[in-house]
Nanobody, 116 residues
Framework: QVQLVESGGGLVQPGGSLRLSCTGAGFTFRWWDMSWHRQAPGKERELVASISSTGDITNYADSVKGRFTISRDNAMRTVSLQMNNLKPDDTAVYYC?????????WGQGTQVTVSS
């Protein structure tokens, strides 16, 4: 009964910031790596950022390096994505992902739109 719920998306102007949050339930959150992905119109879903179970190792897509920061709070069962200096190309549905080793679980997604 794994559940991943994203929040924090919305409409923002170029150069603005948003903070996305994903809350997990139905599994031992602290055991697993987590990641954020996005899918823009007409494009394949892509990895944006990942974070190890303890939070000490992070990785980012080249397109977001220096602008986005992934973090997690295992006590709160959340993984966050701080997005700064947003660009129109960041417009996409953002998804939280968890892989147990046998199954991949996705949240419902949250829309981020960057436009003037």
């Amino acid at each position: 009964q794994v559940q991943l719920v994203e929040s924090g998306g919305g409409l923002v102007q170029p150069g603005g910031s948003l903070r996305l949050s994903c809350t997990g339930a139905g599994f031992t959150f602290r055991w697993w790596d987590m990641s954020w992905h996005r899918q823009a119109p007409g494009k394949e879903r892509e990895l944006v950022a990942s974070i190890s179970s303890t939070g000490d190792i992070t990785n980012y897509a080249d397109s977001v390096k220096g602008r986005f920061t992934i973090s997690r709070d295992n006590a709160m069962r959340t993984v966050s994505l701080q997005m700064n200096n947003l660009k129109p190309d960041d417009t996409a549905v953002y998804y939280c992902r968890f892989w147990s080793g046998s199954q991949i679980y996705w949240g419902q997604g949250t829309q981020v739109t960057v436009s003037s």
